[in-house]
């Protein structure tokens, strides 16, 4: 199967606002130096993070690095790493926060459970997962390229962290009358 292009929702996405689940986050958690941005898409929550100081590495299978850079001034461009690489293959670095706006649901089905424990692998101790896992209810719970799980195998995933912030969203998009069920996640690693 040929992979998804995904250029056009970056170019799409490139002025959207900051997820508000990172702001929600960065309010109340304040223990984190390093956030990997994983699936980090045109880059909006990379580039917010190095604004406010943090140290980020961005990853995403198809990488558009000026979209970050050219919004950085010089000392914040020493501060952001880059890795291009799918989900597959991907080695995480070390962190104090795995970031994940909407984007591991995307992972190969038959790669998801490998993926989900290198996050785990990759947090330092006490540190952070901070993204969404989409639900059994979601328009695409059909598709075979996304994973979706319903809110009691979620729980399962996340029984290695302290779960800080579960909310379950459920709703139709009005402007393509799209379903969305997803689930906000904020944990920490014990």
Not at 57 to 82: A, H, M, P, T, Y
Request: proline share 1%; aromatic share 14%.
């Amino acid at each position: 199967m040929k992979e998804k292009d995904w250029s056009n929702y970056q170019n799409n996405t490139l002025n959207d606002k900051v997820e508000s689940l990172l702001l929600e986050f960065l309010d109340k958690y304040k223990d984190i130096d390093t956030v990997v941005d994983l699936g980090c898409g045109a880059g909006n929550e990379s580039v917010y993070l190095l604004k406010h100081g943090y140290k980020v590495v961005s990853i995403d299978r198809q990488l558009n690095k000026s979209f970050i850079l050219d919004r950085l001034g010089e000392n914040e461009k020493n501060n952001v790493k880059f890795i291009e690489s799918d989900f597959k293959d991907v080695v995480i670095p070390k962190s104090d926060c795995v970031m994940a706006m909407f984007s591991i649901p995307f992972c190969k089905k038959e790669f998801f459970d490998e993926l989900w424990n290198k996050i785990y692998d990759s947090i330092n101790v006490n540190g952070y997962f901070v993204g969404q896992l989409f639900g059994d209810r979601d328009a695409w719970k059909d598709s075979d390229w996304v994973n979706t799980f319903s809110k009691n195998e979620v729980l399962v995933k996340l029984e290695k962290y302290e779960l800080l912030l579960f909310d379950e969203i459920e709703y139709v998009r009005e402007s393509d009358n799209k379903k969305w069920h997803y689930f906000n996640i904020i944990a920490r690693k014990k």
